[in-house]
T-cell receptor, first 114, second 113 residues
Framework: AQKVTQTQTSISVMEKTTVTMDCVYETRDSSYFLFWYKQTASGEIVFLIRQDSYKKENATEGHYSLNFQKPKSSIGLIITATQIEDSAVYFCAMRENSNYQLIWGSGTKLIIKP | EAAVTQSPRNKVAVTGGKVTLSCNQTNNHNNMYWYRQDTGHGLRLIHYSYGAGSTEKGDIPDGYKASRPSQENFSLILELATPSQTSVYFC????????????FGHGTKLSVL
């Protein structure tokens, strides 16, 4: 069965440092997509970055990058040079190529301290 | 930039009453989704649609109906609202044209008293 797990409920780091958020997934499909979304304090949910399962290179988007470890079914989100406005809840999600539904993790709350 | 608009933003309903949550997208996406979000949970899929006239059950469809009368509009209907349906509801759209990324509305906070 498909499943996405984020074990870190909350992380707190100092501003301008690098943070990594963990996510592991379960799927039987050989082809799938992995996503990270951010939910701000206002409730807005925005797409951050995506990794396709067939791509070996890690995706990057601005100060977001991914650590894709396919043998471990792991897709970590790395935020470099964190800013106060990066404080939010971060969700990991997976979509199998054979299914239009996204499977969501429970989220990790990131707190950036000045 | 793609846009998804939900209405109303806030709603207070009485138990047993009918509630309709509306969603409009100007992205021309085929797929639309209704999620609910509760404290301690991620997003849970209620209903989704592949296009006008289609609706599919998600993971938690009980107590909800959906309607997709056009490409742009997707409604979530609570025929007999219950307090357990108090939640924040999000609509989203997306498809292969958007490279699978979803665009979300700002959410509707529903309180059923």
């Amino acid at each position: 069965a498909q499943k996405v797990t984020q074990t870190q409920t909350s992380i707190s780091v100092m501003e301008k440092t690098t943070v990594t958020m963990d996510c592991v997934y379960e799927t039987r499909d050989s082809s799938y997509f992995l996503f990270w979304y951010k939910q701000t304090a206002s409730g807005e949910i925005v797409f951050l970055i995506r990794q396709d399962s067939y791509k070996k290179e890690n995706a990057t988007e601005g100060h977001y990058s991914l650590n894709f470890q396919k043998p471990k079914s792991s897709i970590g989100l790395i935020i470099t040079a964190t800013q106060i406005e990066d404080s939010a809840v971060y969700f990991c999600a997976m979509r199998e190529n054979s299914n239009y539904q996204l499977i969501w993790g429970s989220g990790t709350k990131l707190i950036i301290k000045p | 930039e793609a846009a998804v608009t939900q209405s109303p933003r806030n709603k207070v309903a009485v138990t047993g009453g009918k509630v309709t949550l509306s969603c409009n997208q100007t992205n021309n996406h085929n797929n639309m989704y209704w999620y609910r979000q509760d404290t301690g949970h991620g997003l849970r899929l209620i209903h989704y649609s592949y296009g006008a006239g289609s609706t599919e059950k998600g993971d938690i469809p009980d107590g909800y109906k959906a309607s997709r009368p056009s490409q742009e509009n997707f409604s979530l209907i609570l025929e007999l609202a219950t307090p357990s349906q108090t939640s924040v509801y999000f609509c989203a759209s997306g498809d292969r044209v958007s490279n699978e990324r979803l665009f979300f509305g700002h959410g509707t906070k529903l309180s059923v008293l």
